[in-house]
């Protein structure tokens, strides 16, 4: 971890390199830790041809970062019994109780589907753009149809701007008040967003960004449109200050925990049910360049907000923004519960962008840390009874400790017989700095213990669903002590890759290897191997028994490998001998 400051200035030089050159009049920023505004910076103007920097309190629109303000109004309304997310949505907006899917099979367009972009309405982006001030009985005369379909409804992911439009008019009619006066007092009321509106009139002159686009070589200034009939989907005007309330709003609601509720208007098991993928899109594999390691991407929309699982940094939550004049993007980290804000005043402004570099910069940098996935109280006291047993077996404890499942998987006299021989081959156990603990829930963990003779073993345990805490599997992975003979081919493999020179790394050559091995293709993953991951260090045996196998992590700046050796001792020879880069796993971070 450094410095908060340190990591600031990082996240600045991020956002001037990323603007450097781009027609953007102004950009204002925000950087959000622990619920608070920790900073803010402006850069250009708010208006052309006027010295007007922007600040947190300059005010723009932010288009569909509105829907998560929309989707918070309705899981509002449910949680008080007034819908129900699985109606029809022809039961609150009787323009369309006629509305069929595209096909006589498909099921009624329900709340969820609309909330989720699962209805199978066509993507209507910039279309919807152009509707933000539609005439209300305008729009009452489009929902009549026919409305055209890309897909049935609830099959698959569709952005839908129409489709939010349709969830304003459903809180209009369920509260019976007009859509923005419902969010205003349900929403921005009592989370003192006071710079929030729908109507460009409240926002003081000297604080709004016009918004432009660069054509021809000059700025044009954008028309607003008023509010109207799709105001829902993207009229909010708001600034950095105020979304960063927004941003505490669902950053507080993790981790559950026991603690009063607060003041909030909605309750933390709602606002993280938001944050869910309900509707999943295709995951996405990002290649930054020929000689980079791939990242993926998978995640999906959930209530009004989007939840993307970054191989890299975990889960990632927010919406982004695009609109004639503007350009918008919120996202946060909620395993550390850093968020940024970023908004702009050009058409599409590629906030989205900046808001990954920004944030990006910000947790390389370690500025919050983020919270782990630990074992419950429940494991680690499973855990230490396990290590008593590697210790000295006790009837005992082994009968107060197993779930029944465990002696019908594997009857505990073997399991008993497996832990005396691990103890008379490896000695004595302690713990493995070298191997981090790994937990996926706070109901597993698994760990490495070294021997004192050699070799380590990999001890993996996961709890029963039951109400007294019992363990319903024990797995035990033994490595062995590599010998001199197959160490003196690993160690040959990495420095043979490590001493990789402009001409082609050849084989090891005090490694004989056995007809079965491809030479021309081990030599070609040594070459790829040394050009994207030298230098390498050999770290500890994971696999094998030492004798025959044995296979070791190599350790580089750029990721983790597995080498794999497999060798004849009798003929003296290398029989097998492969080299895996470990595959990039989203953090087991507690959201």
């Known amino acids: 971890m450094i410095a908060l400051g340190d990591g600031i200035r990082a996240a600045d030089a991020a956002a001037d390199a990323y603007l450097a050159g781009k027609h953007i009049p102004g ?28 600040d947190a309190d300059s005010v723009f629109r932010i288009a569909s970062m509105t829907k998560s303000f929309t989707a918070a109004t309705i899981v509002g309304l449910r949680d008080e019994g007034r819908l129900s997310l699985d109606d029809p949505i022809g039961r609150h907006v009787p323009e369309l109780e006629q509305l069929r899917g595209p096909t006589a099979d498909s099921p009624p367009v329900t709340v969820r589907h609309l909330l989720t972009m699962s209805s199978g309405l066509a993507t209507d982006d910039p279309w919807g753009d152009r509707q933000q001030g539609l005439d209300l009985e ?51 009321e009592p989370l003192g967003m006071i710079a929030t509106t729908y109507l460009r009139d409240d926002v003081p002159a000297e604080r709004l960004g016009h918004g432009y686009l660069w054509r021809d070589d000059a700025y044009v200034e954008e028309p607003i449109d008023p509010y109207g009939a799709l105001a829902a989907m993207g009229g909010v005007f708001t600034s950095v200050r105020d979304l960063a309330r927004w941003v505490a709003f669902f950053t507080d609601a993790v981790p559950a925990r026991d603690d009063p509720e607060g003041n909030w208007p909605l309750s933390r098991a709602s606002r993280r049910e938001m944050q869910q993928v309900h509707r999943p899109w295709a995951p996405e594999v990002i ?13 999906g929309y959930g209530f009004g907000l989007y939840a993307v699982d970054d191989t890299r940094w975990g889960r990632i939550t927010g919406h982004s923004g695009g609109y004639p004049g503007y350009g918008s993007s919120m996202r946060w980290h909620g395993a550390s519960g850093l968020g940024v804000i970023v908004l702009a005043n050009h058409r599409y402004a590629p906030s989205t962008l900046l808001g990954h570099e920004l944030l990006s910069s910000l947790l390389t940098a370690d500025v919050a840390p983020a919270r782990r996935i630990r074992p419950a109280a429940s494991t680690a006291a499973a855990r230490a009874d396990v290590e008593r047993l590697l210790e000295a077996w006790d009837d005992e404890i082994a009968g107060r400790l197993f779930a029944m499942n465990v002696e019908l998987d594997e009857p505990l006299t073997q399991r008993r017989a497996a832990i005396e021989r691990l103890r008379a081959s490896h000695g004595p156990l302690h713990p493995d700095p070298g ?4 937990s996926d829930t706070p109901l597993h963990v698994a760990w490495w213990l070294a021997g004192e003779r050699g070799g380590r073993v990999r001890i993996e345990v996961r709890m029963a669903p039951t109400g007294a805490p019992l363990v319903q599997a024990l797995g035990l992975t033994v490595v062995g002590e590599p010998s001199a003979a197959i160490l003196t081919v690993a160690t040959s493999v990495v420095r043979t890759i490590n001493a990789a020179g402009p001409a082609e790394p050849a084989l090891p050559g005090d490694v004989d290897v056995g007809p079965a091995i491809d030479r021309a293709a081990l030599a070609r993953v040594l070459r790829i191997v040394a050009a994207r991951h030298s230098p390498l260090e050999l770290g500890p045996a994971v696999a094998g028994d030492g004798a025959a196998s044995a296979t070791w992590r190599l350790l580089g ?8 050796i497999e060798r004849d001792a009798e003929a003296g020879l290398v029989t097998g001998l492969k080299l895996r880069q470990r595959p990039p796993v989203v953090p087991p971070h507690a959201d």
């Open 435 to 438: 191997l981090p603990d790994e």
């Open 138 to 188: 305008a729009f009452s005369a489009l929902l009549r149809g026919p409305l055209t379909f890309a897909w049935p409804p609830g099959t698959r992911f569709e952005y839908s701007n129409l489709g939010y439009g349709i969830l304003g008019r459903l809180i209009t009619n369920v509260a019976g008040t007009e859509y923005r006066e419902v969010v205003h007092r349900r929403l921005l």
């Open 557 to 564: 700046k750029r990721g983790e490998l597995d080498l794999e």
């Open 27 to 54: 950009v204002a920023y925000g950087v959000v830790i622990g619920g608070e505004l920790v900073h803010s910076r402006g850069i250009g103007t708010l208006r052309v041809g006027e010295t007007a920097p922007p």
């Open 287 to 299: 290649l930054s360049g020929p000689d980079a390691d791939p990242a993926g991407q998978a995640g």
